[in-house]
């Protein structure tokens, strides 16, 4: 009888039973999503901390809806410092200060929002900045809690200059135009690396609502929102609201804009445009044709002796509703 082997198999080679239950592998799968995207978002700011954002999601929509997307990057060390000053002043005065989230000026959104009547965000640039470079637009709680972590990320990863950099090269500044330089060129004909305040103001003005307000010849709540801005220039630059951005740098010297030729340019996306905000869809009336004045039995007018009779008369040109980008 032959006698039993005595050699062992190695714990190596044993196999081992699945231990743990459906939920509990589930979790972990997550678990190491989590850490997937957690790791991926740090080297992807990591990236744009060296290498500029190449495209947004909402850059995207503009190119897929057919509008294009034209933009111009500056460095931030030649654009004009009343341009970023204008920024400041317009939409985040506390920059300097903050650690990419003013919780004050949050709260007091979300009392005004109680309140009733027109939304309003308490948004800072950075919160802007991490919006436009890694997300989309839009609300929703989810989006706002990511655009936090990538807020906090860009603030401890780059630095206010970086921060205000991207900010002013990704801000979506007219129907298919980012950033700054590329609506100085829009609007004046000119670079951002010299603006006047009222340039920068206006600018800065149109930033919230970029596909409906206009900087050239602006009206209405644009116009007095543009001379608002510019009186606050002269406030930012005596209290030092933008030093942050100029610490340890050469800040550009100021210069006079060009003088630029008043001419017509063709500008990106102003076919969609309208020359004033477009009313809300439910408030819209469709108005009714004008009743003709002329009696139904006039005779038709003769052709004068000099048209060709063989010549048909071309219809009068109808009129083109203005399209719009809503």
Partial sequence: MAKRSKLKIPKYKRKRPRSGSLIGRIIGWIAKLVLALFLISILWVLAYRLVNPPITATMLGDIFAGRGAHKQWMPIGQIDRDMVRAAIAAEDSKFCSHNGFDFEAIEDAMKRNASGGRIRGGSTISQQTAKNAFLWQGGGYARKGVEAWFTFLIEHLWGKRRIMEVYLNLAETGIGTYGVNAGSERYYGHDASAMSPIEAARIAAILPLPKVRGAIAPKGFTRRYGSTIAARIPVVANSG?????????????????????????????????????????????????PVSTEPLNAPAPQPTPTQNSEQATPPPEQPQESANGV
Wanted: proline fraction near 20%; charge should be negative.
């Fill in 241 to 289: 609201f933008d030093s942050c951005i100029y610490k340890g740098a050469t800040a550009p010297v100021n210069k006079a804009p060009p003088p630029v030729a008043k001419q017509a340019r063709p500008l990106p996306g102003e076919e969609y445009e309208s020359p004033k905000a477009l009313p809300p869809l439910e408030n819209v009336v469709q108005e009714t044709p």
